[in-house]
C-alpha cells in the first residue's frame, strides 16, 4: 500500500512546476485542488494540447499530469510528441497520464507514448501523492531510438508504486494462467 495514515511525512510541492493539460474544467478543478493540498503553486492550467505545447516551449517544468482526452488519444500524442520534441529539459519531465478508461490497450499505449504511468480516475489525493513520489524517487533511465523515447519501460514489481501488484511475466513472481 500508500503511506500510512499516520505516517508524518510531510510533502511540499511549492517550488514544483507543474503543467495540468485536462480539457474538462471538473476534472482541472480536481487536479488543483489535489496539487494545491500538497502545496504546489505554480499551476499551468491547459485545456487544450496547443496551450500545453505552447507552456511547454516557453516554460521549465518538473511535472507533467496529462488527461489521455477520451477517444480522440490527444494526451497520448502530446507526450509523445513531447519526447520527440528536443525540447531540453522538458522532454525529459515525468508525465503522469490520466484516463477514464484503462484497457490494457490504453496502458500499452500511455507505455508506447512514453508516460511514466497511467493512473485511472477518479484520482484521489493519496493515490496522486503515491504517483508522484513513485516517479521522483523511481529514477528510471531514459531511453531515445528510432521507435521510442520515454522512461525506460522495464522495470521490477518492487518498483511499481504502491497499490500495483500486477506483473506481466513468470519471473515477475504473479502465476500466469496457462
Known amino acids: 500500500m500508500g503511506f500510512s495514515t499516520d505516517s508524518r511525512a510531510r510533502f511540499n510541492l511549492a517550488q514544483v512546476s507543474v503543467l495540468l493539460l485536462e480539457e474538462t474544467s471538473l ?22 494540447v ?7 516551449q516557453e516554460t521549465d517544468l518538473d511535472l507533467l ?44 499505449r500511455a507505455r508506447d507514448c512514453g508516460a511514466h504511468i497511467l493512473m485511472a480516475k477518479p484520482l484521489t489525493p493519496r493515490a496522486m501523492l503515491d504517483r508522484i513520489v513513485w516517479v521522483a524517487r523511481a529514477g528510471r533511465r531514459f531511453v531515445e531510438c528510432d521507435s521510442y523515447a520515454g522512461p525506460d519501460r522495464r522495470f521490477k514489481v518492487s518498483d511499481l508504486p504502491a497499490g500495483v501488484s500486477v506483473g506481466r511475466r513468470r519471473q515477475d513472481g504473479v502465476s500466469v494462467p496457462g
Open 50 to 56: 496547443e496551450k500545453a505545447e505552447k507552456v511547454v
Open 27 to 48: 476534472g482541472m478543478s480536481i487536479l488543483v485542488q489535489i496539487l494545491n493540498g500538497f502545496g504546489a503553486r505554480k499551476i499551468h492550467r491547459c485545456d487544450t
Open 65 to 108: 499530469i496529462i488527461d489521455a482526452m477520451g477517444r480522440s488519444g490527444a494526451g497520448y500524442d502530446f507526450v509523445r510528441w513531447l519526447r520527440r520534441s528536443g525540447l531540453r529539459p522538458n522532454c525529459y519531465v515525468p508525465v503522469i497520464l490520466t484516463a477514464a478508461h484503462t484497457p490494457a490497450s490504453a496502458i500499452a
